[in-house]
């Protein structure tokens, strides 16, 4: 592997992850996921050119370019994580107003029906 085939294995790599932490920064998670297809193919030719930068003479520039998405990857799978407890914590905001709701009739004793407990009647107030 030539260098000039190193370098755009590195720039495609860093292009995916700087658009995935663009997406995932502006609340666009779907379109982050999206991009796990080009993500995987990116990262494939990456894992080649470490494969091959082991046989360089001079690897200090690709080490920079390295770190730098390593950094990039850490921040974005902050970000993912960040989406996930987001997702996580709404799903049972929601599962939870049915637990506190109340339907707008009575039980027998004049207490306010809960919720999971309607059952499509309406008990009056006697």
Do not use: C, W
Request: charged fraction near 25%; charge should be neutral.
């Amino acid at each position: 592997m030539d260098t000039h085939e190193i370098y755009n294995a590195v720039s495609e790599l860093r292009g995916v992850l700087e658009a995935e932490r663009e997406a995932l920064r502006t609340g666009r998670a779907q379109e982050a996921a999206g991009l796990v297809n080009e993500k995987m193919d990116a990262l494939k030719a990456f894992d080649a050119i470490i494969v091959a930068a082991q046989n360089m003479p001079d690897r200090s520039e690709l080490r920079g370019d390295i770190e730098g998405i390593v950094s990039l990857a850490r921040e974005n799978a902050s970000h993912f994580t960040a989406v996930r407890n987001g997702m996580s914590n709404a799903i049972s905001r929601l599962n939870s107003l049915s637990d506190t709701s109340y339907v707008g009739s009575y039980t027998a004793s004049g207490a306010k029906t809960p919720f999971p407990k309607a059952a499509g009647g309406y008990v009056k107030k006697v």
